[in-house]
């Protein structure tokens, strides 16, 4: 029956027509219907929003709103400001530059985070803020221990990924809220990662800030999201469209997301995010996650049988994305995707911007990624790991074929 939806499914993606894509993590493609949205608001009712009274603004003005309610439900936000970003990176940095800091001021990360949540927090250590980064164990699991022991002093806030973008592990960000609210620290998750994959409750989990991506769950390019239980951020940007009145020595700023979204935003993108949540909810966030776990066991089991393959991957199901990285001995990542290439199978090669992290695994060229979504097939991961198999195989040392 899941096979059928997913067969189903894939019709929305003409694009998979021509390759297996495995490259999910970087930017995940579009179903029909959000390409369909963005193109209906070009032929049919192109204009801008929150201004003015036509017919074509009120629609885009209506159905631009009603796009951040839609995203504000898919992560189970209950109030709070759901503010549409060009991406995470933007989201994570409207954080760190929209909070004011004092000297002496603590940041806790940790070393599996993207640089997009490493790099904002290290450009405040010319504020005098510090940076303290947790690490993981043997089995690439988060370090619980010394994640509480660097909240023993006073932290202003901890940054986090629920997903690393490089071993597919999912953090324990529940527990880590239960900390935080103890010691009162702000907490901001990079969900990036998890939010295509898995349900998410930004209510549930209790964090202050939540950042993810659109495009990375078939949402526009150009489009992503910073969820805030409060506007506790000062707008980096002023202008057109943040404002309720300015008078000679006042402005006054309007109290929703507006405020942190100055000038003529990404319209068309906003409403096809809008689009690609509520296709991803028809779906079920826990089929999703099913379906994908699946393909990601049958993935790592296939790798492992592989000679001269090593694997970065945790054992436990209930802890991992589909996110999968790996490396053949004597043979360098991009050669390995360069040759996927040339198989119509599209991967990542390379240090996936997590730099700290390859060089905590020593990986100095980095690791293969596969990385799933929900319309990938088993078909998919077989065919893979087959071609891979051939791959290895034609490169062995003894090979007369080598290149
Ligand atoms: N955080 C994580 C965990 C990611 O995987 C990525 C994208 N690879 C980012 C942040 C940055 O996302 P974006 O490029 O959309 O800003």
């Given at each position: ?288 996650h099913s379906h994908e776990e699946d393909l990601t066991s049958r993935l790592i089991e296939g790798l492992h049988t592989i000679e001269r393959v090593r694997v970065y991957a ?63 097939t088993r078909e998919e991961i077989d065919l893979f790991l087959a071609t891979l198999k051939e791959i290895i195989a034609g490169s062995s040392p003894g090979n007369p074929l080598?290149?």
């Amino acid at each position: 029956e899941l096979d059928d939806l997913i067969r189903a499914i894939r019709h929305d993606y003409p694009i998979l027509g021509d390759v297996v894509y495995l490259d999910n993590a970087a930017t995940s493609c579009s179903p029909e219907p959000v390409v369909e949205a963005m193109v209906e608001f070009e032929h049919r009712y192109r204009s801008n929003v929150g201004r003015g009274v036509h017919r074509f603004t009120r629609i885009a003005t209506q159905r631009y709103w009603h796009a951040h309610e839609k995203v504000a439900e898919f992560i189970g936000a209950q109030g709070g400001i759901t503010v549409f970003t060009k991406n995470t990176t933007e989201a994570i940095n409207m954080v760190a530059h929209g909070l004011s800091w004092t000297p002496g001021n603590r940041v806790v990360t940790t070393i599996l985070e993207h640089h997009s949540n490493l790099l904002p927090w290290r450009s405040l250590e010319k504020q005098g803020v510090t940076l303290d980064i947790v690490g993981i164990r043997p089995d690439y699991s988060l370090d619980m221990d010394a994640f509480r022991k660097m909240l023993e002093k006073p932290v202003r806030l901890v940054a986090i990924t629920q997903a690393s973008n490089v071993l597919g592990i999912i953090t324990p960000v529940h527990e880590i809220a239960a900390l935080c609210r103890e010691k009162g620290v702000l907490l901001l998750i990079d969900g990036a990662q998890a939010a295509p994959h898995m349900p998410v409750n930004v209510s549930s989990i209790g964090c202050d800030f939540y950042c993810f991506s659109g495009h990375k769950l078939g949402g526009p390019t150009g489009t992503g999201v910073l969820w805030m239980k409060e506007p506790l951020l000062t707008p980096l940007m002023q202008g057109g469209g943040t404002v309720e009145s300015v008078t000679g020595d006042d402005v006054v700023l309007i109290q929703g997301y507006e405020q942190y979204e100055a000038g003529t935003p990404n319209i068309a993108g906003g409403i096809g995010l809008g689009v690609a949540v509520d296709y991803l909810r028809k779906i079920g966030m826990d089929t999703i996650h099913s379906h994908e776990e699946d393909l990601t066991s049958r993935l790592i089991e296939g790798l492992h049988t592989i000679e001269r393959v090593r694997v970065y991957a945790s054992g436990n199901p209930e802890t991992r994305i589909g996110v999968v990285s790996f490396t053949v001995e004597e043979m360098h990542p991009h050669e390995i995707a360069q040759r996927l290439d040339e198989h119509d199978i599209l991967v990542r090669s390379g240090h996936h911007c997590c730099q700290p992290l390859m060089n905590a695994l020593n990986l100095p060229d980095g690791t293969v990624r596969v990385s799933i979504a929900h319309y990938n097939t088993r078909e998919e991961i077989d065919l893979f790991l087959a071609t891979l198999k051939e791959i290895i195989a034609g490169s062995s040392p003894g090979n007369p074929l080598r290149s």
